[in-house]
């Protein structure tokens, strides 16, 4: 069965600071990966994915993604985060193909806060 | 134009009513879905219909029924409405035969029971 772990409940950051969230999946083949985030009140946007390639992926909002298939993780960063950046992020995991939307298992989120 | 919406986007009522969320989505989308987050933000899938089709029924109780009048609209209708039930109710929509696996959602819908 696929799983995602996102270990950090809740991260804290300065405006400015660079961010890493870290995500760890289990998954019986080549997953196919992703990052969603939940601006307060908002439903979920996808910010970028994975599947094969280059594993250094480029997502909206100038946010990156590193696939290390050694370590089962996808991790998230950014250089250097924005006010606006506040939010909930939810790393995803499925199969590539037809219909894989129907098949995604999300993890449990981190809470992403923004010092002024 | 919002490209999936939901309403309503918050519901307050007693235990034992009766409710439902309606969803509406201008994508062309053959697939859409309904998720529930609870308090920890934990997203989990109910159900899923494919040109109006139910394909995914996750353990749900029944007092939960979906209806899909065409491939655009999902509606989620809930009877006897529990303490548990409170949550965020979020429509997604997909691609069928898309390989991308992107979800495309809607606001959500808060739904408190008192």
């Known amino acids: 069965a696929q799983s995602v772990t996102q270990p950090d409940i809740h991260i804290t950051v300065s405006e400015g600071a660079s961010l890493e969230l870290r995500c760890n999946y289990s998954?019986?083949?080549?997953?196919?990966l992703f990052w969603y985030v939940q601006s307060p009140g908002q439903g979920l946007q996808l910010l970028l994915k994975?599947?094969?390639?280059?594993?250094l992926v480029q997502g909206i909002k100038g946010f990156e993604a590193e696939f290390k298939r050694s370590q089962s993780s996808f991790n998230l960063r950014k250089p250097s985060v924005h006010w606006s950046d506040a939010a909930e992020y939810f790393c995803?995991?499925?199969?590539f193909g037809s219909g894989s939307a129907r098949q995604l298992t999300f993890g449990s989120g981190t809470q992403l806060t923004v010092l002024p | 134009d919002t490209a999936v919406s939901q309403t309503p986007k918050y519901l307050v009522t007693q235990m034992g009513n009766d409710k439902s969320i309606k969803c509406e989505q201008n994508?062309?989308?053959?697939?859409m879905y309904w998720y529930k987050q609870d308090s920890k933000k934990f997203l989990k899938i109910m159900f899923s219909?494919?040109?109006?089709?139910?394909?995914i029924n996750e353990t749900v109780p029944n007092r939960f029924s979906p209806k899909s009048p065409d491939k655009a609209h999902l509606n989620l209708h809930i009877n006897s409405l529990e303490l548990g039930d409170s949550a965020v109710y979020f429509c997604?929509?997909?691609?069928?035969?898309?390989?991308?696996?992107?979800?495309?959602f809607g606001e959500g819908s808060r739904l408190t029971v008192l």
């Open positions: 997604a929509s997909s691609h069928s035969t898309a390989n991308t696996g992107e979800l495309f």
């Open positions: 998954y019986g083949a080549t997953p196919y």
């Open positions: 994975y599947f094969s390639g280059d594993t």
């Open positions: 995803a995991v499925g199969p």
């Open positions: 994508l062309g989308h053959d697939t």
């Open positions: 219909y494919n040109n109006k089709e139910l394909i």
